[in-house]
């Protein structure tokens, strides 16, 4: 549920900005959308619209960042997985030297000569997508839920 969460408190957040919905207002309209979105009400503004510290410390725009690197990241794993075929056993084995040594290789050596996106498509031979995140929580998530679905390919 983490992206869902970010993806609320970004809507909420660009509804401020933009004038649409008021600071004093921002508890109600959080638990009302917390409730629609998850099925249920915090139940203390501390354990919802202030549990973290990003809007207090001004940090406003930032939060989507996450996902990005929630989608950057399983993009990044799964071109290792496909050229490191052990990789999952490896990890589960508590063995990351291949794990280290593409990333070395396809990310650490390029450092900052690129912006994020240009640097996972290089990486990875295609452009930045949503659908290996995807893939990744039908895959870790579904089962687990009873869920059925394609899970991206």
């Known amino acids: 549920t983490y992206n869902l969460h ?11 900005v933009h004038g649409d919905l008021a600071v004093v207002d921002l508890p109600t309209a959080w638990n009302d959308r917390f409730e629609k979105d998850f099925g249920f009400r915090p139940p203390s503004d501390a354990e919802g619209v202030l549990q973290d510290i990003h809007w207090s410390a001004g940090l406003i725009g930032y939060f989507p960042t996450y996902t ?10 799964a071109a290792a997985s496909r050229q490191l075929p052990d990789l999952d056993q490896d990890i589960a084995a508590g063995r990351f030297g291949g794990l280290l040594s593409w990333l070395r290789q396809h990310v ?3 450092g900052r ?22 893939q990744s929580l039908w895959q870790r998530y579904g089962p687990a839920y009873g869920l059925s679905g394609h899970g991206g390919s």
Not at 6 to 13: A, G, N, P, S, T
Not at 70 to 77: K, V, Y
Not at 114 to 134: F, K, M, N
Request: proline fraction near 2%; charged fraction near 20%; avoid cysteine.
């Open 113 to 134: 000569l690129h912006d994020s996106a240009a640097l996972v498509e290089q990486a990875t031979g295609e452009p930045v997508s949503e659908r290996w995140l995807i």
């Open 6 to 16: 970010v993806l609320m408190r970004f809507d909420l957040e660009r509804a401020v």
């Open 68 to 77: 990005l690197g929630n989608i950057f990241a399983a993009q990044l794993m």
């Open 108 to 110: 650490h050596a390029h």
